[in-house]
C-alpha cells in the first residue's frame, strides 16, 4: 500500500462501535467542508460535506458537525465496521477556492 | 459516475527528463487540480483549472506546468524533474470550485 499515513495519529475503535474523527480547520472564514476517505492504494473518496451556514449534516451511517467558534469539524460514523478502515481528511475551501486538507486520521477497526 | 483517468499510475525516472502525467475526465467539470501527498504533510494542491485556458497555481507550484487545451484533460508537466518531486500524485475533478473533489487513483512518481 502507500506510505502516507506513516505518521498520521491513529483511532482503533471496536467493530460495531460509533467513531468520532475530529479535525482542526485553520480559516475562520472557511465557508465549505469536506469530509474524504482514502484507502489503501486509492485517492480519496467523498463521504460528506457541509456548507458553513449549517451545523450539523447528516449521511447513510455518518454526520459531520460544525462548531465555527472553535474551528472545528467532527466525522461520526456509526456502528463502524471493517471496511471503513481507512485514512480520514477534513478539507475546507473559502468561495471555491483552493481546498486546504487537513493531516489526517487513520482509523483501525478491530474485530 | 466521474471517472478520473490518470496515467501512469507507477513512473521512476532520472533528475532532468521531462515528463508529463496525463488526466482525463468522463464528467465534463470545469474544475481540475492536481495534488502531491507527502508522508507529514498531508495533500498540498499543485495547479488548478476553473475552465479550459484557465489555471491558476496552488500552493506549492514551483518545478510544474499545467495545461487546460480542453475540457476534459489537465496534464501535468515536469520539466526537469528532480528528486524532491518524488511523490504520490493526484489529478482532482469538481463540477465547479465549490463542490466536492473525484480523485483519481493517483501517480507514484520516482525521481532518482
Known amino acids: 500500500g502507500e506510505s502516507v499515513g506513516l505518521h498520521l495519529p491513529t483511532l482503533s475503535v471496536q467493530e460495531g462501535d460509533n467513531s468520532i474523527i475530529n479535525c482542526a480547520y485553520s480559516n475562520s472564514a472557511s465557508d465549505y467542508f469536506i469530509w474524504y476517505k482514502q484507502e489503501s492504494g486509492k485517492g480519496p473518496q467523498f463521504i460528506i460535506d457541509?456548507?458553513?451556514?449549517?451545523d450539523k449534516r447528516q449521511g447513510q451511517r455518518v454526520t459531520v458537525l460544525l462548531n465555527k467558534t472553535v474551528k472545528h469539524l467532527s466525522l461520526q460514523i456509526a456502528a463502524t465496521q471493517p471496511g471503513d478502515s481507512a485514512v480520514y481528511f477534513c478539507a475546507e475551501s473559502l468561495y471555491g477556492q483552493n481546498f486546504v486538507f487537513g493531516p489526517g486520521t487513520r482509523l483501525s477497526v478491530l474485530p | 459516475e466521474a471517472q478520473v483517468t490518470q496515467n501512469p499510475r507507477y513512473l521512476i525516472t532520472v533528475t532532468g527528463k521531462k515528463l508529463t502525467v496525463t488526466c482525463s475526465q468522463n464528467?465534463?467539470?470545469?474544475?481540475m487540480s492536481w495534488y502531491r501527498q507527502d508522508p507529514g504533510l498531508g495533500l498540498r494542491q499543485i495547479y488548478y483549472s476553473m475552465n479550459v485556458e484557465v489555471t491558476d497555481k496552488g500552493d506549492v507550484p514551483e518545478g510544474y506546468k499545467v495545461s487546460r487545451k480542453e475540457k476534459r484533460n489537465f496534464p501535468l508537466i515536469l520539466e526537469s524533474p528532480s528528486p524532491n518531486q518524488t511523490s504520490l500524485y493526484f489529478c482532482?475533478?469538481?463540477?465547479?470550485?465549490?463542490?466536492?473533489?473525484?480523485f483519481g487513483n493517483g501517480t507514484r512518481l520516482t525521481v532518482t
Open positions: 482532482a475533478i469538481g463540477r465547479d470550485g465549490n463542490s466536492p473533489l473525484h
Open positions: 457541509i456548507r458553513s451556514n449549517m
Open positions: 464528467m465534463n467539470h470545469e474544475y
